[in-house]
T-cell receptor, first 112, second 113 residues
Framework: GENVEQHPSTLSVQEGDSAVIKCTYSDSASNYFPWYKQELGKGPQLIIDIRSNVGEKKDQRIAVTLNKTAKHFSLHITETQPEDSAVYFCAASRYNTDKLIFGTGTRLQVFP | ETGVTQSPTHLIKTRGQQVTLRCSSQSGHNTVSWYQQALGQGPQFIFQYYREEENGRGNFPPRFSGLQFPNYSSELNVNALELDDSALYLC????????????FGPGTRLTVL
């Protein structure tokens, strides 16, 4: 069935360092790949998304890359700050309003 | 523009009871999706409603049911609650045929004792 694997499950970095989270999806028909940040007690908040016709997208300190052939996509956060600490989820779907298949999450801790 | 809201925030029920959770979609959105997020896990898709009709369902039993109203708000009903139903229930709204993504509400934390 449809599946998204996410690694690592936990990630600790020093403030100012970069953080990379990787995901692999199984459904070849997936065309939309959002990333969500979830803080304690809150719902997931979209931070960036990418569609299959684009290989890379950047928004300030956050970037996402997509390798559709290998079914891999990654989140890159540069110059991390303590407020980046949260759980990050990748997801995949066939289009932007279709059901989202989520990864298992990565708990990112940024130490000052 | 108002965001997605959900009520109640927290709920405690006992096994066998029934529960109704509510979601108000973001202004202008006509599609609502419901997800179940167990502790330490990613959200799992329950079902989606578009123009008051179910528009896709995940791997959840029939005791999970829903409604969407003409104003696009939605309800999730769960009958015969089981201990494993304890989770954070999230709704997400979106605009069908739009280019925008799905926006999540803060969730309802359900505890089944």
């Amino acid at each position: 069935g449809e599946n998204v694997e996410q690694h690592p499950s936990t990630l600790s970095v020093q403030e100012g360092d970069s953080a990379v989270i990787k995901c692999t999806y199984s459904d070849s028909a997936s065309n939309y790949f959002p990333w969500y940040k979830q803080e304690l007690g809150k719902g997931p908040q979209l931070i960036i998304d990418i569609r299959s016709n684009v290989g890379e997208k950047k928004d300030q300190r956050i970037a996402v890359t997509l390798n559709k052939t290998a079914k891999h996509f990654s989140l890159h956060i540069t110059e991390t700050q303590p407020e980046d600490s949260a759980v990050y989820f990748c997801a995949a779907s066939r289009y932007n309003t279709d059901k989202l298949i989520f990864g298992t999450g990565t708990r990112l801790q940024v130490f000052p | 523009e108002t965001g997605v809201t959900q009520s109640p925030t927290h709920l405690i029920k006992t096994r066998g009871q029934q529960v109704t959770l509510r979601c108000s979609s973001q202004s202008g959105h006509n599609t609502v999706s419901w997800y179940q997020q167990a502790l330490g896990q990613g959200p799992q898709f329950i079902f989606q409603y578009y123009r008051e009709e179910e528009n896709g369902r995940g791997n959840f039993p029939p005791r999970f049911s829903g409604l969407q109203f003409p104003n696009y708000s939605s309800e999730l009903n769960v009958n015969a609650l089981e201990l494993d139903d304890s989770a954070l229930y999230l709704c997400a709204s979106s605009l069908a045929s739009g280019t925008d993504t799905q926006y999540f509400g803060p969730g309802t934390r359900l505890t089944v004792l």
